[in-house]
């Protein structure tokens, strides 16, 4: 017998966005340019240093008091450090990692600009010798450490740019992966909202009706009222991004009463929902596809009654976990058990892009129950 159970119990890579800023060239640009088609850091790392050699030009000229020398200070000391923050990038790339604590990045920021500084300022007493200036004075005490201190200060302004932009970039990939994912999941609710409505389920929900008109019309008020719940839901809803789950909820409560008039004794649901999770926003239709999947695929593997079951809770860490199961078995196909046109490497993708290491998608089979679980991450 058909039932709708609340209750109060509760139940992907690494991505350097530094180096994915590299492309980020390619974005907003005017095709045919020779700078427009280098990437995003090298930009920054050329026109960086060429306008610090320029600006910096000035004061080595009024220390060294010839041009000859201030221009090979600026290739020696410019160019060394170009060289430098070049390795310096390489660093952060292998070493950070979105999990990396304030703390952890703080000191390896410190700990490299003043391995850097440091390298820059023994390469600058190293060349002293070769281009032959007065060591009494270029080179005294007071010099060298206010070079240390200049040429750390130097690489630890450059780490501060480097991850500022490296932070930025991110921040613009999420929202430009959300607004895919949302575009995609509005995409995907307009192919649903037509598989479902034109024409198979209308025509099955009508036919149902029809067929009952000369039995029992009296019988036909609740499935009636069940497919104006689900349609309404279904056209209310349409240009929402994010909706309440427990709306689905109710929505596919109405679908399987319909469903369930129609097969009557061959098919045997459970749906369950916790409260507290009601609220939980989710992106669009997300249940109705598991849902339709475990149905249609039920049917054709499971021994009579088809039994479904639709269950979502909050667990006590806050997030939302949904599970739709179905007796039968696990079909393999070239397109793996398709969600109403939605293919289950689809759905992990479209979760992936709106909730980036924030959820679990497990498929299971177990005493002859096939169960596809979500949980969602707050």
């Known amino acids: 017998?058909?039932?709708?159970?609340?209750?109060?119990?509760?139940?992907?890579?690494?991505?350097?966005?530094?180096?994915?800023?590299?492309?980020?060239?390619?974005?907003?640009?005017?095709?045919?340019?020779?700078?427009?088609?280098?990437?995003?850091?090298?930009?920054?790392?050329?026109?960086?240093?060429?306008?610090?050699?320029?600006?910096?030009?000035?004061?080595?000229?009024?220390?060294?008091?010839?041009?000859?020398?201030?221009?090979?200070?600026?290739?020696?000391?410019?160019?060394?450090?170009?060289?430098?923050?070049?390795?310096?990038?390489?660093i952060y790339r292998r070493c950070y990692s979105e999990k990396m604590t304030k703390a952890a990045l703080v000191g390896l920021v410190g700990g490299v600009s003043l391995v850097s500084g440091l390298i820059l300022t023994l390469f600058s007493l190293g060349f002293h010798e070769f281009l032959d200036f007065d060591a009494e004075k270029t080179f005294t005490p007071p010099i060298i450490f206010g070079i240390f201190y200049f040429r750390t200060g130097l690489c630890l302004g450059w780490s501060l740019l480097y991850f500022g932009i490296k932070l930025l970039m991110e921040r613009l990939d999420r929202e430009r992966a959300l607004a895919v994912a949302l575009a995609a999941g509005k995409e995907a609710e307009l192919q649903m909202l037509r598989a479902q409505m034109n024409p198979h389920f209308l025509f099955n929900a009508l036919t149902t009706i029809q067929a009952g008109l000369t039995r029992a019309p009296e019988s036909l008020r609740p499935v009636v009222q069940a497919l104006s719940d689900y349609l309404g839901f279904s056209l209310s809803h349409r240009d929402q991004n994010f909706i309440p789950v427990g709306d689905e909820y109710d929505a596919l409560v109405a679908y399987l009463a319909v469903e369930k008039a129609r097969f009557r004794d061959d098919i045997e649901v459970e749906c369950i929902i916790d409260p507290a999770a009601r609220e939980f926003p989710v992106p669009g239709i997300l249940l109705q596809p598991l849902l339709e999947n475990a149905f249609g695929y039920g049917r054709k593997t499971s021994p009579k009654p088809l039994r479904l079951r639709?269950?979502?809770?909050?667990?006590?860490?806050?997030s939302l976990m949904i599970e739709v199961a179905n007796t039968g078995t696990w079909v393999e196909e070239e397109d793996p058990r398709k969600f109403g046109g939605i293919g289950l490497g689809n759905l992990r993708k479209r979760m992936a892009l709106i909730y980036p290491g924030r959820h679990h998608i497990n498929v299971k089979t177990h005493n002859g129950w096939v169960a596809v679980s979500i949980e969602i991450v707050p």
């Open 1 to 90: 017998m058909f039932s709708a159970k609340r209750f109060t119990a509760k139940e992907a890579d690494e991505a350097d966005n530094m180096n994915a800023a590299d492309s980020h060239g390619s974005h907003g640009r005017v095709p045919g340019g020779i700078w427009d088609r280098v990437p995003l850091f090298w930009r920054f790392q050329l026109g960086g240093w060429l306008a610090f050699t320029i600006f910096s030009f000035p004061s080595k000229w009024v220390m060294l008091e010839t041009i000859p020398a201030s221009v090979m200070v600026s290739l020696y000391r410019d160019g060394l450090g170009f060289l430098i923050t070049i390795g310096m990038r390489e």
């Open 310 to 318: 639709m269950h979502v809770s909050q667990l006590p860490t806050g």
